[in-house]
């Protein structure tokens, strides 16, 4: 399964992929095409972290030319989910975004998420949630409320992150527009 959208070059969503309502109708999802066609992909991004680390992905593939992919989960509620995005620049200077289904199994120790006491903060990406100084790896939904989550970046995932741009501008021909001004 492969999903897929196009960006302009001031990120509003110029198009989406055939099937992106029947996926979104078989789970649960409430943004249908006519939902965010020509709308900033801004809007559906939670959290100012969350928008940052994008931004750092399609800055890199705009300044350097070249595409970009990341893991994140989007678990279902019966299923935990690792999805691939591929960032790709287009000659137009927007970007496909392409979401691809890497793995899936069904959750774990579900019981243990309803006992959190209060709002947590969870990473966007691999979804380990904050105690304390650390981050640990959530084993299920962790949360009871969309309401009690704040989205943020965990380290691990910037430094992933980091590291994917860093070998990328290694082996990129034209390195240098883009060195010291990623992921600030
Ligand atoms: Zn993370």
Avoid at 10 to 27: E, S, T, Y
Avoid at 43 to 66: A, E, H, K, P, V
Wanted: overall charge neutral.
């Amino acid at each position: 399964m492969e999903l897929y959208y196009d960006l302009s070059k001031d990120d509003r969503i110029l198009a989406v992929c055939d099937g992106w309502d029947a996926f979104g109708m078989a789970n649960g999802g409430s943004k249908f095409a006519t939902d965010v066609i020509g709308y900033p992909v801004w809007n559906f991004i939670s959290g100012l972290d969350t928008r940052s680390y994008m931004n750092s992905i399609f800055f890199f593939c705009r300044s350097q030319g070249c595409p970009l992919s990341a893991l994140y989960r989007a678990d279902s509620p019966d299923m935990i989910r690792v999805f691939c995005m591929s960032v790709e620049p287009r000659s137009d200077d927007g970007l496909r975004l392409r979401h691809e289904l890497v793995a899936e199994m069904p959750h774990w120790h579900e019981g243990r998420n309803l006992r959190h006491p209060r709002a947590v903060v969870q990473c966007s990406q691999c979804l380990s949630v904050q105690a304390g100084a650390t981050w640990r790896p959530e084993p299920g939904r962790a949360f009871r409320s969309r309401e009690a989550i704040s989205y943020q970046v965990c380290p691990d995932c910037r430094h992933h992150l980091s590291r994917q741009i860093d070998t990328a501008m290694r082996t990129s021909p034209d390195r240098a527009a883009a060195s010291g001004r990623l992921l600030a």
